[in-house]
Structures are given as C-alpha cells and as structure tokens.
C-alpha cells in the first residue's frame, strides 16, 4: 500500500480507504448495502492486512448505525487506524438539528464520538455546504473541538470552489483552523471536479479523498450498452446517485475500461480505480463494498499501472466540455496556464489537438 500526505498537514493515509456507508442499511441506505457487525469486522480486517489505515464515516449514514458498527469493530484496535466522520445532514425533526451552526456542530461531534466508542475524531468534514450559517460560526465551531481535542483535523465535502475559498480566506484571516482536505466525487463517469475542486487542491495546498470513484458501480463493466444491469445493483434499488447526464459518454467510456481491463487481465472496477489513483491532486479513493470479493478486487488497483497510452484512451473517452472560461483560456492562454490550470487543461488541449489532426 502507497501512503501519500494529506494535503498540507503531516498526516499520510493509505492510497485507498474504506467507507462504511454499507454499514447498517436503514432507511435510504438500505439501497447501498446492509453490512451487519460480523460482515464489517471481516471486511476491516482484510483492509487492515492490506495496508488500509484510514477509515471513513458519517452521522448521517443509516441514521448514525453505520457509525456504532464501525466503533464496535475498530475497538481495540491499533490507534493508528484513523477515522473521518462527517457532519451536516439532518439527525433529528428539530429546526437546529441540521446545518454547520456551532449549536449543530458541537452536539453532533459529541453524538458521533458517543457512537463510535473514541474520544477524537481524527478526519472532521463539513459534509456539505450551508448557505445560512456564517461561515466564521463554523470555523469557530471547528476551532472549539480542536481546542478540546475532539477532532484533529478538519476537512470540507460537496462545497463549490468559491465556498472552499471563502471558507479558506476566512480561516487564514482569523487564525482559524483550515481545512486539510476535500472529500469530493470524481470517476471517469464525470469529471466536473477537474473544473474548480482538483485545480483549488493543487492550488492550495489541500488533500483530496473521492468517494464513490466507481461512480456507485457503474464503471464495473456490470452497465453497459445493450445489456441489463444485475438486480442487485444500487441503480435498480433505487441509489439516485450519481446523477448520469451524458448515458452515450458512460457507455463509450466503460467500452473503453472493458478493453483496458482484458490487456491487463484484471477487472474493469480496479482500472477504473488505478486512472484515478494516476490524477493529479489526488490522495485517496474511498471504496464502499457490500461483499469481500469486491473488497478484494478493489484493494488491488493500488498495485495496477496503467500505461500513458491506456491512460490516455481513458482521458480522451471520458474528457469533459470545456465550458467558459476555459474553452477560451485553451486556445489563447495555454502558454501562461500552472500546474492547478493544467489538471484540466493538459488533458482537454491534448484531447482537442488529437481530434484536430483527426480531422
């Protein structure tokens, strides 16, 4: 297992993390996996001989349960093994039991070390972004748990780049503690993260987790065209995520996975997840398994090269629409683009001159 720092902080954490959002299976979860106590401490421990160290969860996941189960299973266990929670989503009917206010945060944090069974937390992220509650409040609310030391760090999730930057302004300006990382969604299913998230992490300095980087199974091979997913997918189960906006680019890109994967002899789930791990800016990928064979398969594209022109084939397939202002920065300010510009560009100006010639 490859361990890569996070971010500016001096943290490393394994390549590839393990996410307990199968755990429990309430509620709307139940779409994502139903992972009891027995099946997670076997998932844990094959994560652990593996190299695994970073285990990732959320207050909101199966109302909490996914939470206690991962606690119970960690007991005991090295505390080297370090854990993210999330904070956010509704955990109760109360008007002031959801958002980023300090009230919602503090009681939150306290609730999720009572389920986990720890007394910090090591990974904290805003879970997603809160539009009404000054974002100095959350940063204060941050400081307080860090000052307790509740949590170690603090990261942020599904926040567009001009609120990831106000939040970092802010925390620069008032002595804050500062995000150390994002935990976003990125697969070769849509790269919209190339446009602002990935370029503002080079940029700034920040760690990057992505979750769901086989796009809820989608880039499994099990979805392709003319053919009818297996029953016990999420997208049959009704998961609504990701939202898919282009079905002709998803088909045409796990096509191209599929044959990538048969050079190599190996699934098109672990191609899909070595492309990742080969991105600019990334730090780990976050897999979620409902069975071990999964887990397995998954667990091994940390030792899977992709060569340039696999890479590239993956790329070309898959590339993004350069939307203003970049298709304009393309043509006629490529030679003035840094290495944040260029996780976008290199690969559309590559893309775009490859169809050029084809023309």
Known sequence: MQYRQLGRSGLKISALNFGSVTFGGQGNFAATGKVDVAEATRMVDVCVEHGVNMFDTADAYSGGEAEEILGRVLQGRSRELLVTSKVRFPTGKGPNEQGLSRHHILNACEDSLRRLGRDHIDLYYLHEWDGLTPV???LEALQTLRDQGKIRYAGISNFAGWQAMKLLGAAERDRLIAPVSQQLY????ARDAEYELLPLAVDQGLGVQV???????LLTGKYRRGKTAPEDSRRISGWPEPEVRDLKKLYDTVEVLVQIAEEHSVSAARVALA?????PGITSLVLGARKESQLLDNLAAASLRLTQEQVRRLDDVSAPDLIYPYWHQNRNAF???SKADLVLQGPAKRHRDALETKK
């Open 211 to 217: 979750w769901s980087p086989l796009a809820c199974g």
């Open 275 to 279: 492309w990742t791990l080969h991105k």
């Open 186 to 189: 990125y697969s070769l299913e």
């Open 335 to 337: 030679d003035r683009l």
């Open 136 to 138: 100095e409040e959350t």
